[in-house]
């Protein structure tokens, strides 16, 4: 079974600065960590592997040359294989762009041992879209499960998967054939520690690097700022909240006299909330 991992670095979301003109994330000088929702994927490939021996997993990323932090990162907790598409041809990608890069990089994997599973996180913490892998899996024509949160099942001679799947509601037990994407949720598992064997192969590793060419782009103009038909108009961090929280004290710590007291103080504040809300009802 042949796994790929789809990984990006991000800058930490603390100290994001945003170009005043172009209105993109500026990532000189600002600290760089794997998007915390990409490693419950990684964590889920790494866990099938132990699974199923001779299982081969395949960390891929798109981004600048120091995204390789990030790749030999995924070596270090157990990963077989990473490569890093790099080109100043795909700077500037938003998420249709980007999906096509990474779609055609998947691709070109394929020719030398085909993909049963592609995982990628829900989202990312810079862009927080959650397009690229539904993205990834329309270009490859291939079938998607998102918001998965555990993985029940896998057989490989049926080439079947059984995952739950969550919704608003409620949990959703959903089987597919193989191939399929699948976008993994937060908290659905913990992150292995590396050992230090994979520590010091991940420093010796010979990390695969691939430009346009490489990773078999066939329309230029579909990556980059040229293929990116998303435009941002403006970038502002939230008006901070003046109105402080109130600390409302309770005589007795029974739910049923703390609720009586919040809804007499709500009614309060509001003496008309009362009369609508029986309106409605």
Known sequence: MHIVVCIKQVPDSAQIRVHPVTNTIMRQGVPAIVNPYDLYSLEEALRLKDQFPGSRVTVLSMGPPQAETAL???ISFGADEAILV?????????????SYALASAIRQIQQDMPVDLVFAGKQTIDGDTAQVGPGIAKRLDMRLLTYVSRVDSLDLERREIVVQR?????????????PVLITMLEGTN???????????????????????????????????????????????????????????????????DIAVTLLAKLFTRHPNLQAEIGKRS
Do not use: H
């Open 166 to 178: 969550r919704s608003e509601g409620g949990v959703q037990v959903l089987k597919s054939r193989l």
């Open 86 to 98: 790099t080109d100043r041809a795909f700077a500037g990608s938003d998420t249709l762009a980007t």
């Open 72 to 74: 030999r990162k995924a």
């Open 190 to 256: 913990e992150m292995r520690f590396a050992t230090m064997p994979n520590m010091f192969r991940a420093a010796r590793y010979p990390l695969k690097v691939w430009d346009k060419d490489a990773a078999g782009i066939e329309d230029v103009s579909k990556t980059g700022l040229k293929g990116s038909p998303t435009i941002v108009s403006k970038v502002f961090a939230p008006t901070p909240k003046t109105v402080k929280a109130e600390i409302i004290d309770t005589e007795s710590n029974n739910p049923k």
